[in-house]
């Protein structure tokens, strides 16, 4: 039997475009290969104590190791511009957080972006040259657009648009 391995999965390089989409595939990426503890909470390794015991070495190695990844992991994971951006800071949090703060935008931003997702799926129409299945996936793509934003957008509305044209 062939053994699979997660750093099999190619990472999705941010060049500032979807950032919802490139942190919530970064997030998940980050989970699998055991990195995301160390971004989410940029916890401190202590200092190894006099004598220490190789548990505690081991330990030691491990926690530091995982923070070295996970900074690697997100430099590895943007494009050369936005690596000039960031190559200063010093653990993968700091980096999680700038690319946040910068591209992620405030709430009025976020709202705005939801409330223009939002208009964009009332004013589709399936098109004469397209299928149902093509018009059903354009639907759930602005759907997911808006789970993105972290905004509540049900299935049963993707449903009710598009049985207007299924029957």
């Known amino acids: 039997m062939a053994e699979s391995s997660v750093s099999q999965f190619t990472i999705l390089v941010f060049n500032g475009d979807n950032y919802q989409l490139w942190a919530a595939r970064m997030t998940s990426y980050l989970e699998?290969?055991?990195l995301w503890e160390a971004v989410k909470?940029?916890?401190v390794v202590p200092q190894l104590p006099k004598n220490p015991t190789m548990a505690q070495i081991k330990v030691h190695k491990d926690k530091t190791s995982r923070k070295s990844k996970a900074k690697a992991t997100l430099f590895a994971a943007v494009s050369t511009s936005f690596f000039t951006r960031i190559m200063c800071l010093k653990t993968g949090?700091?980096?999680w957080d700038y690319l946040k703060e910068e591209y992620e935008g405030d709430e009025r931003i976020q709202g705005m972006q939801t409330l223009?997702?939002?208009r964009e799926f009332e004013m589709q129409r399936m098109k004469e040259s397209e299928t149902i299945k093509e018009y059903s996936d354009r639907l759930l793509d602005?759907?997911?657009?808006v789970r993105l934003l972290d905004s509540k957008f049900s299935d049963s509305r993707i449903i009710e648009k598009n049985s207007r044209y299924c029957t």
């Open 142 to 145: 602005i759907g997911n657009k």
């Open 116 to 118: 223009n997702l939002i």
């Open 32 to 34: 699998a290969m055991d």
């Open 41 to 43: 909470e940029d916890y």
């Open 93 to 95: 949090k700091e980096v």
